[in-house]
C-alpha cells in the first residue's frame, strides 16, 4: 500500500512524503476525505481543520467499530471487541472539531491490521453514511450474486470489503459509528 503523504501545517508532525502533491486542505465530509487521505494519497491539514487526538479519546463505539473493520463477516465484527490502544499506533486527527477523524497508517509498517492502514471514522448523521461508504467499496453490489453478497445493514455491527488495486477497501459500521479503511492486500486480518 502506498503511504500517504500527510501534510500537518502547525501540528508539528508529518508522514513520509508519498505523494507529487497534496489537496489544498482536508474535505470536511467522510467519502472525499477517504478519496483524498486514502485513495489518492495526499491530505494538507493545518490547526484550523485538524486537532491530534489519542485512541482512547475516542467514543467506546467508535473503537469498536474500527475492529469491526478488522474482519471479514458481520458475525464476527459483532464479536470482536474495541482494538486494544497498543493495536492502534496510527496518529489520530479530528476534522473540524466534529466527529469526523482521519487515521493515517504508522510511519513504519506496524504489522498491525489498523496500524498498517489508512482510515477515516465518523458518527453517521443517517442509515445513508454507511450505504455510500459501503458503495465506495462495492460499487457494483448488485452484480454480485446475492449468496455471495455481504449483509447490508446499518445496525448492529456490518463490514463490506473487497480488492481494489492493490489495497483492500472495507467499510464497516457498529454503533452508529462508520469506518472506510484502506489496508494492504496481504493483511492478515480483514482479507
Not at 489544498?24 to 467519502?31: F, K, L, R
Not at 494519497?41 to 478488522?70: C, D, I
Not at 506496524?110 to 498498517?116: K, L
Not at 443517517?126 to 445493514?153: G, H, I, Q, W
Amino acid at each position: 500500500m502506498k503511504r500517504i503523504a500527510l501534510f500537518v501545517l502547525g501540528l508539528g508532525a508529518a508522514l513520509p512524503a508519498a505523494a507529487q502533491e497534496a489537496t489544498p486542505t482536508a474535505p470536511a465530509e467522510p467519502v472525499p476525505l477517504f478519496q483524498a487521505a486514502c485513495v489518492s494519497g495526499a491530505v494538507r491539514l493545518n490547526k484550523s481543520v485538524a486537532e491530534s487526538m489519542t485512541f482512547a479519546a475516542l467514543p467506546a463505539a467508535a473503537q469498536r467499530a474500527l475492529g469491526a473493520s478488522t474482519v471479514a463477516t458481520r458475525g464476527e465484527a459483532e464479536k470482536l471487541p474495541a482494538p486494544l490502544a497498543g493495536q492502534v499506533g496510527n496518529p489520530i486527527y479530528r476534522i473540524a472539531g466534529g466527529q469526523l477523524y482521519l487515521m493515517p497508517p504508522t510511519a513504519q509498517p506496524s504489522g498491525t491490521p489498523i496500524g498498517d492502514s489508512c482510515i477515516v471514522l465518523w458518527h453517521a448523521l443517517s442509515d445513508e453514511d454507511y450505504f455510500a461508504a459501503r458503495k465506495l467499496v462495492l460499487p457494483n453490489e448488485e452484480t454480485v450474486p446475492l449468496t455471495a453478497r455481504p449483509t447490508a445493514s446499518a445496525l448492529g455491527a456490518s463490514v463490506a470489503t473487497a480488492p481494489h488495486d492493490s489495497v483492500r477497501l472495507t467499510a464497516a459500521a457498529f454503533g452508529g459509528w462508520v469506518v472506510l479503511r484502506s489496508s494492504p492486500l496481504d493483511a492478515k486480518a480483514g482479507q
